[in-house]
């Protein structure tokens, strides 16, 4: 199956701060990246759809200026945790949908976000 | 955000025997269906989907959709002490080719 990767996997950071977590799509390209939080003992909440191109549609409740993605080419897409809280600790996960709409996604293998 | 209902568990059956899994959804306008095994600190693995109603067997897993009570089925057959994941129901809308993911069912199989 096709390949997606997030870096970095583990980040702690003091509050107040910025995180950048990077999603890839490693051998195919992605027009559309999702990207999710996952609390512990929780689903998968989809935050965001990241559109190559344009501007990210955001899920509500959602904050846009927390919360930002930029999908700067077909094969990444960045989400930015500005003044990150420890309420934002949590598993954020990307993934990517087969080209042409497919019925599958690729799920990145997550970046636990820890933030003091 | 989209509601999809699962049983949280723990569901508890023995080595070999059957583990049945249980989704409903709330989007009439649900296009496609998957089943999502997640060990705790990993991402989903995908088992399988399904987008038509009726059964879809995939070697010791079988999905079951019914559309007109907007409900789907994961049933593992055999199942293996290696089975105990929580298992994520997912699906995929219509419009905006979202995918939105049930609270996960947790499965233990008991040696």
């Known amino acids: 199956g096709a390949v997606v990767s997030q870096h970095p996997s583990r980040v702690i950071c003091k509050s107040g701060t910025s995180v950048k977590i990077e999603c890839r799509s490693l051998d195919f390209q992605a027009t559309t990246m999702f990207w999710y939080r996952q609390f512990p003992k929780k689903s998968l909440m989809l935050m965001a759809t990241s559109n190559e191109g344009s501007k990210a549609t955001y899920e509500q409740g959602v904050e846009k200026d927390k919360f930002l993605i930029n999908h700067a080419s077909l094969t990444l897409s960045t989400l930015t945790v500005t003044s990150a809280h420890p309420e934002d600790s949590s598993f954020y996960i990307c993934?990517?949908?087969?080209?042409?709409?497919?019925?599958?996604?690729?799920f990145g293998p997550g970046t636990r976000l820890t933030v003091l | 955000q989209k509601e999809v209902e699962q049983n949280s568990g723990p569901l508890s059956v023995p080595e070999g025997a059957i583990a049945s899994l249980n989704c409903t959804y709330s989007?009439?306008?649900?296009?496609?269906f998957f089943w999502y095994r997640q060990y705790s600190g990993k991402s989903p693995e995908l088992i399988m989907f399904i987008y038509s109603n009726g059964d879809k067997e995939d070697g010791r897993f079988t999905a079951q959709l019914n559309k007109a009570s907007q409900y789907v089925s994961l049933l593992i057959r055999d199942s293996q002490p290696s089975d105990s994941a929580t298992y994520l129901c997912a699906v995929r809308t219509y419009n905006f080719n979202k995918f939105y993911f049930g609270s996960g069912t947790k499965l233990n199989v008991k040696p």
């Open positions: 993934s990517a949908p087969t080209s042409g709409g497919g019925n599958e996604q690729f």
């Open positions: 989007d009439r306008g649900s296009q496609s």
